[in-house]
């Protein structure tokens, strides 16, 4: 006879966020990153949490999550980018030297010339790809450990950056370039609804979708009505986040020299919404192809693969040092990017900018849940890190905080969040 006397399963299999198939590490860090924003809100006396906030904290983020969702392969590969603050520097320095003396001196292209934005954004993303690829072929082939390359990166790319310009700001730049960084390049409250519908109904068709996948090869699924939960969640949080930005209203004054600028007299009583900015538009864009890479591609496959087992994954067949280069390649492309939304939002290019963006962009990174180990992160763990980071250090500012005490914070933060990551990972295991 069979034993029943035990036909209920564990209450941890039944529970409400097992069903719902949620992590509970980013549910964690979900929930801290609530509560930071409430308790800086409290503090802040209600200007924390403010649409006005909100929306500069997101277009301060987005530079460092761009890069973030590069150095996820980077480290999941068992590597580290120390250049990539540097690197952000010398794609900047390139395209500011590009748009406003290479081009009007060679081509008789100038600012605003309809051309002049695209070959600037073409010429930093090439000259990101070729240095993170150089920086890659030096681990990969020639067996330099990536610490100490991009340790040199770190101060070769930082000077190159310097010379190309002199050391002096390069300003002002093209103003289509412009539209990429903050409140220069906005959608509008039209457009960011309309971006923001296609947005959800593509989230929530994914997650439908990945649902249909898993029964037709037969993997265990949610029950429906979580999947519908989620769905509604997801759906909810998007069209959230652009009602947040829609509610932040373009200044009165701004608003005018809008006006004057065209010729026109603004109507009286006239408001109009940021919307969705531009950058972040793109750092969405980077996120889902980065996503895409890792879950759909044979090149995910074989980063993920590698740093889980990298003896394993050469004997394999896999060419694990092509495999550095392209990681560094892409590494170096994000930071071009990254270079033109932080560009972009100075409106020109500066000696220091990407100053100590490395340790910012490993750092979220790691907090992200990225394992130093090698073999797992997640895109949106690195963006939702790079969140948390500039969170508090918005935070603290707005408090009055020094700056030694909010790197002081930053630092124990960062510590603490790695030796979280260790405990969690270590009872893993032990399951």
């Given at each position: ?23 509970t590490r980013l549910l964690g860090m979900v929930a801290a990153f609530i509560v930071l924003c409430l308790l800086f809100n409290l503090i802040t006396d209600g200007r924390f949490l403010t649409p006005r906030n909100i929306f500069n904290l997101t277009i301060q983020t987005v530079s460092v999550a761009i890069m973030a969702c590069g150095m996820v392969f980077v480290i999941v590969n068992r590597h ?352």
């Amino acid at each position: 006879m069979s034993d029943t006397t035990n036909l209920s399963p564990p209450a941890a299999e039944t529970s409400f966020i097992k069903k719902l198939g949620l992590d509970t590490r980013l549910l964690g860090m979900v929930a801290a990153f609530i509560v930071l924003c409430l308790l800086f809100n409290l503090i802040t006396d209600g200007r924390f949490l403010t649409p006005r906030n909100i929306f500069n904290l997101t277009i301060q983020t987005v530079s460092v999550a761009i890069m973030a969702c590069g150095m996820v392969f980077v480290i999941v590969n068992r590597h580290i980018d120390l250049s990539v603050g540097a690197l952000l520097a010398t794609c900047s320095a390139v395209m500011a030297m590009t748009q406003t003396v290479i081009l009007p001196e060679m081509l008789g292209f100038g600012l605003n010339h309809p051309a002049t934005w695209i070959i600037t954004i073409l010429v930093g993303i090439v000259t990101g790809a070729l240095i993170g690829a150089f920086q890659g072929w030096l681990v990969g082939y020639l067996g330099i450990p990536a610490f100490i390359v991009t340790l040199g990166g770190f101060l070769v790319w930082r000077n190159v950056a310097w010379f190309l310009t002199n050391g002096a700001t390069i300003g002002p730049l093209d103003g289509t370039f412009l539209i990429f960084g903050g409140t220069n390049g906005t959608l509008g409250a039209s457009l960011s609804w309309a971006v923001g519908i296609v947005l959800a109904v593509a989230a929530v068709a994914a997650m439908w979708a990945g649902r249909r996948a898993k029964l037709r090869h037969g993997f265990e699924v949610k029950p429906v009505w979580a999947e519908g939960w989620m769905s509604g969640l997801a759906a909810a949080a998007i069209l959230g986040f652009i009602a947040i930005l829609n509610a932040y209203q373009i200044p009165t004054r701004r608003l005018e020299r809008m006006f004057e600028a065209q010729g026109e007299v603004m109507p009286e009583g006239f408001t109009q919404a940021y919307g969705l900015p531009i950058s972040v538009f793109i750092l969405i864009a980077v996120a889902i192809v980065m996503t895409l890479i890792a879950r759909r591609t044979r090149l995910g496959r074989y980063i993920f693969a590698t740093g889980g087992n990298p003896d394993a994954a050469e004997l394999s067949g896999i060419n694990t040092r092509l495999l550095t280069v392209k990681i560094f390649a892409i590494m170096g492309i994000l930071c071009a990017i990254s270079a033109v939304v932080a560009s972009a939002r100075l409106a020109n290019h500066t000696n220091d900018i990407g100053t100590l963006d490395e340790l910012r962009v490993i750092a979220a990174a790691v907090i992200g849940g990225t394992a130093l180990a090698g073999g797992a992160g997640t895109i949106y763990g690195a963006i939702l890190g790079a969140l948390i980071m500039q969170s508090l250090q918005s935070g603290m500012a707005m408090v009055g905080m020094p700056t030694p005490y909010q790197n002081i914070v930053v630092g124990v933060v960062l510590v603490l969040a790695v030796l979280i990551d260790t405990i969690y990972r270590k009872r893993l295991g032990a399951r």
